[in-house]
Each structure stands twice: as C-alpha cells, then as structure tokens.
T-cell receptor, first 116, second 115 residues
Framework: DTAVSQTPKYLVTQMGNDKSIKCEQN?????MYWYKQDSKKFLKIMFS???????INETVPNRFSPKSPDKAHLNLHINSLELGDSAVYFC???????????????FGPGTRLTVL | AQTVTQSQPEMSVQEAETVTLSCTYD???????LFWYKQPPSRQMILVIR??????QNATENRFSVNFQKAAKSFSLKISDSQLGDAAMYFC????????????FGTGTSLTVIP
C-alpha cells in the first residue's frame, strides 16, 4: 500500500508550458508539504497545508500555486515553466505538530521535472 | 528560524566498518524532535532514526544509532557494520514540538561505501 503517492514520476516539458503534479496520502495525516530538491540535493520547503489551509508559504514565485481539495491531496500547479524550475519535487505528509509525538514526515517518491 | 548544519558534504567508509555523520542545529527551544533521513539513488526519502529532545537515552535502530548531545546541540548518526546498501545521501532534520509544522533540513552528507 502506497502511503504518499505522486504523479507523474517524470515530467519533461518545454519552457513556457503549464504543468501539474498530483500528490495523495492515505495515512490520515492532516498536514502536507511540497519540497523542491535542486541538483545539489538541497531540500527547500515550498508550501505546507494543514487541513486544506495554507500554513507555510516560503519565497516561491507566484507561478507556483498549490491546491488542496481535501486533506488527503495537495497538488502543485506551475505556470509558465522556466529552465530553473528543473528539479525533483517531493510531496510529504505528517500529523500536525500539536498532535503530539514525533510526527515525522513521510515522503512521496518524487517527481523529476525537466524543462527544456 | 532554526538552522541545521551538516558539515560533511561527503564521507566514505569501508564495508563492515563504522562511520559517523555529524549534524548540529541551532534553536532556543527546549522541546523538539530530530530525525535522520536516508535518500538512496532511487531518490525515495526514508526515515532512518528519530530522537526526542527530552529523552536522554540515545535512539538505536539495528545498526544505526545516534549520539545526541543536547547542550552542544549535536545529533550525530553512527552506522555500524556498513553495508553497500547504506550508500546514500543522509539528511538531518529538526522539528519543533510546539510551534508550527516546519521541518528544517541540513544540506546532506553523501555516503559512499567501499567494497
């Protein structure tokens, strides 16, 4: 059983296109995240949602728009793709910090986005 | 914001030997959680081990153990009897127990296991 799934796993597209990455978790978590991992493997938080509400919004171009239709899904839409958007994007989920306990993050398999 | 520092971009270890990966963090909080994640070439992020700040006993998971020094704000990972499958990128992470949901990750240490 897949805990955190992302689709697609690979995405190759032309500059200027609009694309979406979907994420779903079946762990019953109420908090979901998007991370960007660049070529140097640095993990950068982009967004976090708790119960469909945006709670973390780091300095990310407004071409990136997260959407959470329910607490099990957090999709990432990217408009007008640029070469610098090429990276691996990870979705993750956890319980809320105030739920008590470790509340570690569970990660999806990542989506490798290549912008040509 | 909290910062997590991994000062070793790359490490190598001989198969069956022991290696220690270092991690330090900066926080003014007293209650928090620390984690080590492993990212093999498959790129899947896998939780290796976790530690609660208010527990003095160091966490252990099979061949993986930590040396948690709260006063020094240090959280190193020891891998004993290293195996080829341990080759991966290792990330140290911090999470507050009380405020917010953000995880703070270090920049990672790439571990090579030499046969």
């Amino acid at each position: 059983d897949t805990a955190v799934s992302q689709t697609p796993k690979y995405l190759v597209t032309q500059m200027g296109n609009d694309k979406s990455i979907k994420c779903e978790q079946n762990l019953g978590h109420d908090t979901m995240y998007w991370y960007k991992q660049d070529s140097k493997k640095f993990l950068k938080i982009m967004f976090s949602y708790n119960n469909k509400e945006l709670i973390i919004n780091e300095t990310v171009p407004n071409r990136f728009s997260p959407k959470s239709p329910d607490k099990a899904h957090l999709n990432l839409h990217i408009n007008s793709l640029e070469l610098g958007d090429s990276a691996v994007y990870f979705c993750a989920s956890s319980h809320h910090a105030l739920a008590g306990g470790y509340n570690e993050q569970f990660f999806g398999p990542g989506t490798r986005l290549t912008v040509l | 914001a909290q910062t997590v520092t991994q000062s070793q971009p790359e490490m190598s270890v001989q198969e069956a030997e022991t290696v220690t990966l270092s991690c330090t963090y900066d926080t003014s909080e007293s209650d928090y959680y620390l984690f080590w994640y492993k990212q093999p070439p498959s790129r899947q992020m896998i939780l290796v081990i976790r530690q609660e700040a208010y527990k003095q006993q160091n966490a252990t998971e099979n061949r993986f153990s930590v040396n948690f020094q709260k006063a020094a704000k240090s959280f190193s990972l020891k891998i004993s009897d290293s195996q080829l499958g341990d080759a991966a990128m290792y990330f140290c992470a911090y999470r507050s127990a009380n405020t917010g949901n953000q995880f703070y990750f270090g920049t990672g240490t790439s571990l090579t296991v030499i046969p």
